[in-house]
């Protein structure tokens, strides 16, 4: 068996194992960082050939499934980063409780704008795009940031292409002028090259539909 082959066995059963979960509390778990990027990402006809799978996954719960996840599954307290950790069928998941989590978005709040996809609640493109933009003000400069930036990037290409658009009032509530920055970071950075393979044609076009999103949050901040 090939390693392309192993890397999507093993993406499968993330994704089985995030379903299980999410069967367990379909309300109160709510999937973020790389996990629900990916399910954006795949189920947009104009972005799904830049969904790039992870070996991981976040999510955020509420307190009262919380207290029911614990007597299921064996849960590990990281009190320096507010969030706890499970291992479950051999993958890793970050958990971020409501109102005991250090994330930048409260929990009603991604809870009230969560989008489904097969079963699994993810956060909503705008809300994802705020908790990513906050990891890459941690991490810009390093290899996940570089992955950051892509996922900012992904998010801007499937918010361009929903009829809805892309509802910037829900994230300027929580951006300071350091995250301004970063967007123009990311704006004027090589990661639109990296995800069009080197095709300069279609990094020129990724490059105009996210510095279109950044536009409208600057008119809207």
């Known amino acids: 068996m090939s390693k392309d082959n192993d890397q999507t066995d093993n993406f499968e059963a993330l994704l089985r194992a995030c379903l299980e979960i999410s069967l367990l509390f379909p309300e109160g778990v709510i999937y973020i960082g790389g996990i629900a990027v990916y399910l954006h990402t795949l189920n947009n006809e104009q972005a799904r050939s830049l969904a790039e799978t992870t070996h991981d996954a976040d999510f955020y719960i509420s307190i009262a499934d919380m207290a029911d996840l614990r007597d299921i599954e064996e849960v590990t307290p990281n009190r320096r980063l507010s969030k706890h950790q499970l291992r479950k069928k051999g993958f890793e998941f970050d958990i971020y409780t409501e ?18 996809y097969d079963q699994v609640r993810v956060a909503s493109l705008e809300h994802l795009f705020v908790l990513k933009l906050e990891a890459y003000r941690d991490r810009a400069g390093s290899v996940k940031g570089e992955k950051d930036a892509k996922d900012l990037i992904r998010i801007a290409i499937v918010a361009s292409s929903k009829k809805e658009g892309f509802n910037s009032s829900l994230v300027t509530p929580y951006l300071s002028d350091q995250h301004l920055s970063l967007i123009e970071r990311v704006s004027r950075g090589p990661e639109f090259m990296s995800l069009a393979r080197g095709n300069s044609k279609n990094a020129k076009s990724l490059r105009t539909q996210f510095q279109e999103l950044e536009e409208k949050i600057r008119k809207e901040n």
Do not use: T
């Open 99 to 116: 109102r005991h989590s250090a994330l930048i978005v409260p929990y009603d709040q991604v809870s009230a704008y969560s989008a489904m």
